[in-house]
């Protein structure tokens, strides 16, 4: 999977750059940088508990991202 | 801690609105909205293992993650 289990250090080993759609993410964890690890790091949690890393610096990301916090309740 | 543990309903129960520096934050957590829960959650762990629940409505919270992804390594 590509994700160290430690919280010594990063979690990512291996970033999945190809695009996922939201409705495949049951959830979106993200470690800001810190003594541990010196970037900020997205863990994804898809289904039946698969978990990908993404590049926080892709747009696709970042526009992710904005648009899960903007959704109102339409 | 106001936060429910199973995954099958919201797991937000309190909401914290007071803000919170993005120093203090271990790790942001945030579930989108689904069949289990019709709001996105925000699921903040801060140090000691202490976990709250932030509104991702509010304007501070919008900020925090916006600037979480936008820092290179400077």
Do not use: E, H, I
């Given at each position: 999977l590509g994700l160290a289990r430690t919280g010594l250090r990063c979690k990512c080993i291996n970033i999945n750059q190809t695009f996922i759609s939201l409705?495949?993410?049951?959830n979106i964890d993200i470690a800001p940088r810190g003594p541990h690890c010196p970037k900020v790091e997205i863990i994804v949690t898809l289904q039946k508990r698969k978990e990908v890393c993404l590049n926080p610096e892709s747009p696709w990301v970042k526009k992710l991202v904005k648009r899960l916090l903007k959704r109102k309740d339409q």
């Open positions: 409705k495949y993410m049951k």
